[in-house]
């Protein structure tokens, strides 16, 4: 029997997916012991890398002088973005990197808001950008969020519905506010084909994912479409 981290990094978390799950293919649903070390392995690396990554960008922000070019500190404040949405599917615990980054941001906003204060156009979009960055932010809290983010395409298409599917539920309607209206409809049309397809040969396995599904549906309806910073 093989044993999952209590916070595992994005490679090990999708692997618990998929562990015994019938809402994936077959030959996905057994995890081996070498499948979780490599990915317990290839989590590490990542996490050190960010460490080093993270690092960097605290020496790059407290370098930066009073007279910076606004060009600078706008990509630094985009760099701070993207690290936030890279460390929050990191292994362990980060919490409190992600509320530094919070911080960092903060300080950096502060600088563009005072170059903006005497242009009511610019202060729009500001605050327009802001609450975006909010709820992209917000969304990144969720792992799961994290997850599909992830640029290297951890989770391919065809994993998307039994994903959302797994859960948790909280973090998969959260989920629906990255695709538009059609496209939330399409998943959940997915979902009941998908669930009616399998329940024969689970009659009892699936009572979760239906539950899943029914909630789903109502956010699909509910939610306007979110999208995300990049």
């Not at 317990?40 to 690092?55: A, K, S, V």
């Amino acid at each position: 029997m093989i044993r999952f981290s209590d916070k595992p990094g994005a490679r090990e978390r999708h692997l618990q997916r998929m562990q015994g799950n019938p809402l994936f293919a077959t030959e996905k649903q057994e995890v081996t012991r070498a499948q979780l070390e490599e990915a317990q392995r290839l989590d590490t690396e990542e996490l050190l890398d960010f460490q080093q990554h993270f690092q960097s960008l605290l020496q790059e922000a407290m370098s930066l002088d009073d007279n910076v070019e606004s060009d600078v500190i706008l990509k630094l404040k985009e760099k701070i973005d993207r690290y936030y949405e890279w460390c929050s599917g990191l292994a362990g615990d980060q919490g409190a990197t992600r509320a530094a980054l919070k911080k960092l941001v903060s300080v950096i906003m502060r600088v563009v808001w005072k170059a903006a204060e005497n242009d009511p156009l610019a202060i729009d979009e500001l605050e327009q950008e802001e609450e975006a960055r909010q709820m992209h932010y917000a969304l990144q809290d969720y792992s799961l969020i994290s997850d599909l983010l992830r640029p290297d395409n951890l989770i391919d298409a065809s994993e998307l519905v039994p994903v959302l599917l797994t859960g948790p539920v909280d973090a998969a309607c959260a989920a629906l506010q990255l695709f538009e209206a059609e496209q939330r409809a399409a998943l959940c049309q997915q979902a009941r084909a998908l669930l009616s397809e399998l329940q024969q040969q689970y009659p009892e396995g699936l009572t979760q994912a239906w539950q899943y599904l029914t909630e789903l549906e109502a956010h699909a309806i509910s939610q306007p479409a979110a999208g995300n910073l990049n």
